[in-house]
């Protein structure tokens, strides 16, 4: 039977052990005793581990009792000298000693502290610039560097470097100042960056709000008119001025009063020399030199009268800006406007400024937009009229440059330029498509000399300044108003009763058209006055300078007629009355007919004083039956011949229709009268003829009748030559009157009746004269 003693530790009582067996028990005894054994020993060894432990601690608390008796000893004897009478003693003394300490050094620390902060406030101010640092910041080492000054000021040992370090810090104060006012007249700041800057002019100036708005106000107008009198680009400069009104009206509705009056009151939260931003600068060093600046530098807070401004004044203020402003805008565009006499530019600044203003000039405060918008119309329309009527009174410069040609002209050969053959070609003319030959031929052909030219140059320039206007015409009367900008527009202020389509690109683009059109007119009837002066004046000298200015002036004159039509700026408008009418050219026409015909005619009456003396028949030629002229006379023929070589001379350019019905006018007149004498001369002939007839006729009876029978036959052989000249004379005057004009019909009646033609003849040589008309037209090709 196993015998097994159970654990004894797990027993509840002694009396649980009795339960078992005796040798159950008797190994419970062996176990207990053999665990008492072992927890014997371990005592043992663990109390003689310790033993020294437990020395030390008892010597411990013995040295401990020692101490406590003497403090308990010093303690009665503190508590006997502890008495009030003895603290009151000690305590004054105490506090006369610190005094005495502190005074001696105070005064020596606290100017050596405010001497480094003053001195390195503007090298901070300077960088802070330098760099772009926040004006508020600035400002604020400004306000120290006063405060400081103030105290030093007061000291009575004050230093000499002070008043230098103040200079410093004035200049510093008039370059903060200057660029818080950059800062505030541009555009390109947010409303944060706006209100910080504020700020400091504040604390810079100790203004309110309400003088910070009037700075602001005034600051901005100051802008609009600088940047409307630059000299460059004045569409560009006008744009910005505008916008930099309506940015400020909005600028000002958005910061004034509540937003500044917020910033303003963050100031008061605590004194600037605690501000973290004011301790961060290295070149202060507060973090040392703040406890001797002096308790007014160093408590200083600031107390702007953030309140102060309220928003009825300041809608009061806004809406004085806002008139104030745009006069000066639209005084500053009006004097930008008279130093230019660029159309396009004006016209372009008229289009930015309209569009810029629809668009927004609503939104500006104080002023009626549509008053605005007739005064921007207003100012444009009077400079584009101004330089409209200025280039059209620049047409002087071309009648200037005509004089100045005519003074230089001298009486030499006229037609030396007017030979076409002398244009030859060189390897240069012939380049580029032969661009430069062509224009030789051409000028040379219509007898453009450099004179010519030059003041058909002039013309031609002032012609394509004031053509320009048809652009802007054009631009103005495509611009869609209405369609662009219906939905930016606020109609609540418009007053208009017409559309402002209609205003902007009906009425303004016909009140230029109306305007250029009369300037035009006063233009040209300008030109035509002055043509009619020096056409008077060359017309009177009656000399070969005479014919060549009159050649040069109706070369000019045709250049330019010729470029007349141009300057129409209306498709369905007639073009300008020209100035050169046919009574104004008529004397340079009469004078170069007659130099022509002088020579021309002085021949032929010549030549027909010779072909009269000629007794001889000259009927050969002569066709049908009875045979009558089939060509006219050599001296019609020559004459004819020389008339055109003549004018060929002066250049087949100026022979106009007009030009060549005053030379066949007055070259008709003049054959005329040679005609008419020939007719008297063969009269007067055929008449002596018969006279002598009837003499011979009528004798006595005595004479011999051969010699009668002679003198008849001579006298009729007489009458038939007369007769056929007669005819010839006749067939000579139908034949040139096809290229001078019809003769009066008197004439011919007269030459047929003396002829002795009737009318189936006459019909004859009519018929012959047009039929060898036909044939030889060709060679009088100036003439017909």
């Known amino acids: 039977m196993a015998t097994e003693a159970p654990d004894p530790r797990g027993f509840k009582s002694w009396e649980d052990a009795f339960q078992y067996p005796i040798p159950v028990v008797r190994k419970l005894e062996t176990q207990l005793r053999s665990n008492a054994g072992d927890n014997r020993e371990k005592l043992r060894s663990l109390v003689g581990a310790s033993y020294r432990s437990l ?69 901070a101010m300077a960088r802070l610039m330098r760099t772009g640092g926040s004006y508020l910041l600035i400002a604020k080492v400004l306000v120290v560097s006063r405060l400081i000054h103030k105290g030093l000021s007061q000291s009575k040992s004050k230093p000499p470097i002070v008043d230098q ?113 004011v301790r961060a600068l290295y070149e202060l060093n507060l973090d040392i030199h703040d406890r001797w600046m002096g308790e007014e530098a160093r408590n200083y807070t600031p107390q702007p009268r953030h309140d102060e401004l309220q928003r009825p004044e300041a809608e009061r203020l806004l809406h004085k800006f806002s008139k104030e402003a745009i006069f000066e805008f639209l005084a500053g565009i009006k ?81 030396s330029s007017n030979v076409l053959w002398k244009a030859a070609p060189t390897s240069a003319s012939l380049s580029n498509g032969a661009q430069s030959f062509k224009a030789t031929v051409s000028n040379t052909h219509q007898g453009r000399d450099d004179d010519v030219i030059r003041v058909a140059s002039r013309y031609d320039a002032w012609m394509d300044s004031v053509l320009e206007v048809k652009g802007i015409i054009k631009s103005m009367k495509e611009t869609r108003w209405d369609d662009t900008f219906t939905d930016d527009i606020d109609d609540s202020d418009d007053d208009f009763g017409d559309s402002k389509h209609t205003l902007l690109s009906d009425d303004d683009p016909h009140l230029l058209e109306e305007v250029t059109q009369e300037a035009l007119g006063d233009a040209l009837n300008n030109l035509g006055q002055s043509f009619e002066q ?10 070969d300078a005479s014919v060549t200015q009159a050649v040069f002036i109706l070369r000019v004159v045709r250049e330019i007629s010729d470029r007349m039509p141009r300057l129409r700026l209306q498709d369905r408008s007639t073009p300008p009355r020209t100035p050169f009418t046919a009574d104004l050219v008529k004397p ?54 020389s008339l055109t070589k003549s004018m060929a001379s002066y250049g087949s350019d100026l022979w106009a229709p007009e030009s060549v019905y005053v030379l066949k006018d007055m070259a008709q007149n003049r054959v005329e009268s040679v005609w008419r004498a020939n007719l008297e001369t063969l009269k007067d002939m055929r008449d002596v003829a ?95």
């Not at 130093?339 to 000039?361: C, H, M, N, P, Y």
């Not at 033609?757 to 060709?778: C, F, H, I, N, P």
Request: proline letters at 3%; aromatic letters at 4%.
């Open 690 to 784: 018969e006279a002598s007839s009837e003499t011979d006729t009528n004798g006595d009876g005595n004479g011999d009748a051969e010699v009668k029978e002679e003198t008849e036959g001579d006298s009729q052989d007489t009458a038939e030559v007369k007769r056929q000249k007669l005819k010839q004379l006749l067939f000579d005057i139908l034949y040139v009157q096809r290229y001078t004009g019809a003769s009066s019909p008197d004439l011919v009646d007269a030459v047929g009746a003396a002829s002795e033609v009737d009318e189936a003849m006459l019909s004859r040589v009519k018929e012959k004269a047009a039929d060898y008309g036909r044939k030889t037209y060709l060679l009088f090709a100036l003439l017909c």
């Open 55 to 123: 020395l030390d601690t008892a010597e411990t608390i013995i040295d401990m009792e020692v101490r406590m008796e003497q403090v308990e000893a010093k303690l009665a004897k503190m508590g006997q000298n502890c008495n009030s009478r003895g603290l009151d003693r000690i305590t004054d003394n105490t506090t006369r000693m610190d005094t005495h300490n502190r005074s001696r050094d105070l005064e020596r620390y606290t100017l050596a502290s405010q001497l480094a902060v003053l001195r390195n406030c503007p090298i």
């Open 534 to 543: 020096i056409i008077a004046k060359s017309s009177e000298a009656q000399n």
């Open 588 to 641: 340079l026409q009469t004078v170069l007919a007659q130099q022509i015909l002088q020579s021309s005619t002085k021949t032929y009456a010549e030549s027909c004083v010779q072909y009269l003396q000629v007794k001889s028949q000259s009927n050969i030629l002569w066709e049908g039956n009875p045979p009558i002229p089939a060509q006219p006379s050599p001296s019609a023929f020559r004459f004819l011949q």
């Open 165 to 277: 370090i103040w200079d410093k810090l004035v200049v510093m104060r008039s370059k903060l100042l200057r660029r818080i006012n950059k800062h505030l007249a541009t555009t390109s700041a947010d409303s944060p960056t706006l209100v910080e800057t504020m700020c400091a002019y504040s604390l810079a100036t100790s203004s309110t709000p309400t003088d910070v708005l009037r700075h602001f106000h005034t600051v901005r107008k100051d802008e609009v008119a600088k940047t409307v009198q630059r000299n460059d680009d004045l569409a560009k400069h006008g744009i910005e001025a505008l916008r930099l009104c309506i940015q400020t009206c909005q600028d000002t509705q958005a910061i004034f009063p509540r937003r500044l009056a917020d910033s303003l009151a963050k100031l008061k939260a605590q004194p600037l020399a605690l501000d973290q931003d």
């Open 335 to 415: 004097a930008a406007l008279k130093k230019t006499d660029q159309l396009q530019e004006v016209a372009s600044l008229r289009q930015e400024l309209i569009e810029t203003w629809l668009v927004s000039g609503s939104r500006m405060a104080g002023v009626k937009s549509a008053n605005v918008l007739d005064d921007l119309r207003d100012a444009m329309n009077h400079q584009l009229e101004f330089i409209v009527r200025s280039r059209s009174r620049d047409l002087k410069v071309v009648v200037a440059e005509l004089n100045s040609s005519l003074s230089q002209s001298g009486s030499g050969d006229e037609n």
